[in-house]
């Protein structure tokens, strides 16, 4: 397909209404996080057993205090949930960034610096392919406990692949080409020429990346603290919220609902976004 | 197929297989005490001491790597705390269930996710293809154990028509597999779209047509035969991801594979059983992807066995 074809691909409206909804689903979730004690006025660690399994808002017993109910420590799952978004986002948000330098800077010894780098980083990826981010966590929770920090390792440690992988392949085919081979000819240094020719042609291509891994990482932070090797109870986290949900289906279905309700609109709104991202900024990714 | 070609996958294979346990052997031991990790807090010292003793960790370090790859090569993990047998045999004793759990799920990815990702390429840009594509954006953002806990609430708790948790009969498999199945059916329908619609608009689909072939000869014969090579490959990552899946939807289920059976090692510090089943979980890894390594040349013989 020709441009003249399709002269408007990748272009269009910025805001269509679904970029529209979940920019406003992202921006609530950040705020959240943020400063979720503005929002609520609950504790969302302590409950009184008195007002457990109250339902929501609507429902026989429900009230206006409880606007999603409570759970069976009489906790505010709506408190929860809004204070839930922090573990979420922070452990997403600094994976994305640790498991993007480390996979990129892998990828540009890899690809820059020939043979036996690139043998080495290439042979750590094939053995990461042996060994899924569910059983490196439980591997690595085995090993230094449950917790935050482990999430984050487990994430870090698989997450680096693809952006190695994408770096390496770039920088092979960039390195013959012309302005990469004037930057050498003028005596630029290696560093040099891939910060200043090479990364900034990569960045488009990234951010695509980053913004489908960043999704990908709230669901599996969220899998973790199901699993209980993630934030740690009583802390709230839409993860160990389900966890305990699974315990009382029978009397209370809001505690297994809304906390679910909360990931998919996170992570649904940020996969739309990078959809556009991906139209924007590097057609080339589209239809992967 | 060339025997240097097998040698070298096979090598690969092992290679990757080594380098899991490796990795494993080390970051015990970088923990600092492994016998610490594995005994209760109100163990006594001689009994930590005896353990220490019975597990070789009173060697230094690379006597204690060659027998545990000695160990390893023989299939010996040690044994497990909680079981009191062989670590190996006890994953093993799962691993059916497991399997079958995945397979159920390739198949409902594959039921599902065909047809939609078809139709949503052959009813390119109609609501039939935008309803396609959103309900697989809506399939990938959602997490299994929600969707599982989701099934669990509809089919069990209100409607009564199948089980909640267990494994006992095919009816205990339906909502796991369902479950862990609809994740991947969600990439399947997309991967399978995008390649329908490249091979549709290749030269020797047009040539078939304008030859007079008839609709559904082109559509099988040449497009979907095309389309299938490139979701094949991605069916084998996927099936990998699926075994990975396993863990989070068998927790949810409380089905007895090999997935719910590591939670629980970690969860009783029952680390020879957890090392034990790491290491069958990436043996299985590797081995689907040699399957389609020896797959993909026979499907498009344009790919020469002897890469």
Request: charged fraction near 15%; proline fraction near 6%.
């Given at each position: 397909m020709t441009p003249a074809e399709f002269p408007h691909a990748g272009r269009g409206r910025l805001w269509t209404p679904g970029i529209l909804t979940a920019s406003v689903v992202l921006l609530v979730v950040s705020v959240w996080a943020i400063a979720p004690h503005l929002i609520t006025g609950a504790n969302p660690v302590r409950g009184r057993l008195m007002e457990n399994?109250?339902?929501?808002?609507?429902?026989?017993?429900?009230s206006i205090s409880h606007p999603l109910g409570t759970d069976g420590l009489g906790r505010d799952v709506f408190a929860r949930i809004v204070y839930g978004a922090r573990p979420s986002l922070l452990v997403g948000c600094i994976s994305v960034i640790l498991a993007g330098l480390l996979g990129v800077i892998a990828g540009m010894l890899a690809g820059y610096f020939g043979r036996s780098w690139d043998l080495i980083l290439m042979g750590i990826a094939d053995i990461q392919l042996g060994f899924p981010f569910l059983l490196m966590a439980i591997t690595l929770a085995a090993i230094i406990g449950p917790g935050l920090h482990t999430a984050i390792l487990a994430l870090v440690l698989t997450g680096w692949v693809p952006y190695a992988r994408l770096t390496r392949a770039e920088l092979l085919s960039m390195r013959e080409q012309q302005f990469v081979q004037a930057a050498q000819a003028t005596g630029g240094s290696p560093l040099h020429i891939m910060v200043r020719h090479i990364l900034p042609n990569l960045i488009p291509t990234l951010i695509v990346v980053a913004t489908f891994s960043f999704a990908q990482m709230i669901i599996l932070e969220s899998a973790l603290s199901f699993l209980g090797l993630g934030m740690q109870p009583p802390q709230p986290s839409w993860g160990s919220m389900l966890s305990d949900a699974r315990n009382y289906l029978t009397t209370a279905w809001w505690t297994g609902v809304f906390p679910g309700v909360a990931i998919v609109a996170t992570v649904l709104s940020v996969n739309v976004i990078g959809e556009r991202l991906r139209e924007v900024l590097d057609p080339r990714l589209r239809g992967l | 197929m060339s025997p240097r070609y097998i040698l070298r996958k096979l090598g690969q294979a092992l290679f990757i297989v080594w380098g899991v346990s490796t990795i494993v052997f080390a970051a015990v031991r970088l923990s600092g005490d492994p016998v610490a990790l594995m005994v209760a807090d109100t163990a006594g010292a001689d009994e930590v001491q005896a353990l220490r003793r019975a597990y070789g960790f009173d060697r230094s370090i690379p006597a204690q790597y060659l027998v545990f790859l000695q160990h390893v090569s023989r299939g010996d993990f040690g044994e497990s705390l909680r079981f009191n047998l062989p670590a190996l045999s006890v994953a093993l004793g799962r691993l059916s269930a497991t399997l079958i759990l995945a397979v159920s799920a390739m198949g409902v990815a594959v039921l599902i996710g065909f047809p939609a990702g078809i139709l949503a390429a052959v009813r390119r840009n109609t609501l039939l293809d935008r309803m396609a594509m959103m309900s697989a954006l809506l399939g990938q953002s959602t997490p299994t154990f929600w969707s599982g806990l989701l099934a669990i609430l509809l089919f069990a708790v209100w409607w009564h028509v199948l089980p909640a948790s267990g494994g006992e009969t095919w009816r205990h498999l339906v909502l796991p597999a369902c479950t862990l199945g609809w994740f991947s059916a969600a990439k399947v329908s997309r991967i399978l779209r995008s390649a329908t619609l490249e091979v549709l608009s290749a030269d020797y689909v047009r040539t078939a047509r304008a030859k007079g072939v008839p609709q559904s000869q082109v559509f099988l014969k040449h497009v979907l035969r095309n389309a299938l090579i490139s979701v094949t490959a991605m069916l084998t990552l996927e099936f990998q991801l699926l075994l990975g899946g396993a863990i989070i939807t068998e927790t949810v289920f409380s089905y007895p594979g090999m997935g719910r059976l590591v939670i629980q090692a970690v969860g009783t510090r029952d680390y020879p059983l957890v090392q034990a089943i790491v290491f069958v979980f990436s043996f299985l890894l590797v081995l689907t992807s040699l399957l389609v390594d020896w797959l993909y040349p026979w499907l498009d013989p344009r790919i020469s066995r002897d890469r």
């Amino acid at each position: 397909m020709t441009p003249a074809e399709f002269p408007h691909a990748g272009r269009g409206r910025l805001w269509t209404p679904g970029i529209l909804t979940a920019s406003v689903v992202l921006l609530v979730v950040s705020v959240w996080a943020i400063a979720p004690h503005l929002i609520t006025g609950a504790n969302p660690v302590r409950g009184r057993l008195m007002e457990n399994f109250r339902p929501l808002l609507g429902f026989p017993g429900g009230s206006i205090s409880h606007p999603l109910g409570t759970d069976g420590l009489g906790r505010d799952v709506f408190a929860r949930i809004v204070y839930g978004a922090r573990p979420s986002l922070l452990v997403g948000c600094i994976s994305v960034i640790l498991a993007g330098l480390l996979g990129v800077i892998a990828g540009m010894l890899a690809g820059y610096f020939g043979r036996s780098w690139d043998l080495i980083l290439m042979g750590i990826a094939d053995i990461q392919l042996g060994f899924p981010f569910l059983l490196m966590a439980i591997t690595l929770a085995a090993i230094i406990g449950p917790g935050l920090h482990t999430a984050i390792l487990a994430l870090v440690l698989t997450g680096w692949v693809p952006y190695a992988r994408l770096t390496r392949a770039e920088l092979l085919s960039m390195r013959e080409q012309q302005f990469v081979q004037a930057a050498q000819a003028t005596g630029g240094s290696p560093l040099h020429i891939m910060v200043r020719h090479i990364l900034p042609n990569l960045i488009p291509t990234l951010i695509v990346v980053a913004t489908f891994s960043f999704a990908q990482m709230i669901i599996l932070e969220s899998a973790l603290s199901f699993l209980g090797l993630g934030m740690q109870p009583p802390q709230p986290s839409w993860g160990s919220m389900l966890s305990d949900a699974r315990n009382y289906l029978t009397t209370a279905w809001w505690t297994g609902v809304f906390p679910g309700v909360a990931i998919v609109a996170t992570v649904l709104s940020v996969n739309v976004i990078g959809e556009r991202l991906r139209e924007v900024l590097d057609p080339r990714l589209r239809g992967l | 197929m060339s025997p240097r070609y097998i040698l070298r996958k096979l090598g690969q294979a092992l290679f990757i297989v080594w380098g899991v346990s490796t990795i494993v052997f080390a970051a015990v031991r970088l923990s600092g005490d492994p016998v610490a990790l594995m005994v209760a807090d109100t163990a006594g010292a001689d009994e930590v001491q005896a353990l220490r003793r019975a597990y070789g960790f009173d060697r230094s370090i690379p006597a204690q790597y060659l027998v545990f790859l000695q160990h390893v090569s023989r299939g010996d993990f040690g044994e497990s705390l909680r079981f009191n047998l062989p670590a190996l045999s006890v994953a093993l004793g799962r691993l059916s269930a497991t399997l079958i759990l995945a397979v159920s799920a390739m198949g409902v990815a594959v039921l599902i996710g065909f047809p939609a990702g078809i139709l949503a390429a052959v009813r390119r840009n109609t609501l039939l293809d935008r309803m396609a594509m959103m309900s697989a954006l809506l399939g990938q953002s959602t997490p299994t154990f929600w969707s599982g806990l989701l099934a669990i609430l509809l089919f069990a708790v209100w409607w009564h028509v199948l089980p909640a948790s267990g494994g006992e009969t095919w009816r205990h498999l339906v909502l796991p597999a369902c479950t862990l199945g609809w994740f991947s059916a969600a990439k399947v329908s997309r991967i399978l779209r995008s390649a329908t619609l490249e091979v549709l608009s290749a030269d020797y689909v047009r040539t078939a047509r304008a030859k007079g072939v008839p609709q559904s000869q082109v559509f099988l014969k040449h497009v979907l035969r095309n389309a299938l090579i490139s979701v094949t490959a991605m069916l084998t990552l996927e099936f990998q991801l699926l075994l990975g899946g396993a863990i989070i939807t068998e927790t949810v289920f409380s089905y007895p594979g090999m997935g719910r059976l590591v939670i629980q090692a970690v969860g009783t510090r029952d680390y020879p059983l957890v090392q034990a089943i790491v290491f069958v979980f990436s043996f299985l890894l590797v081995l689907t992807s040699l399957l389609v390594d020896w797959l993909y040349p026979w499907l498009d013989p344009r790919i020469s066995r002897d890469r």
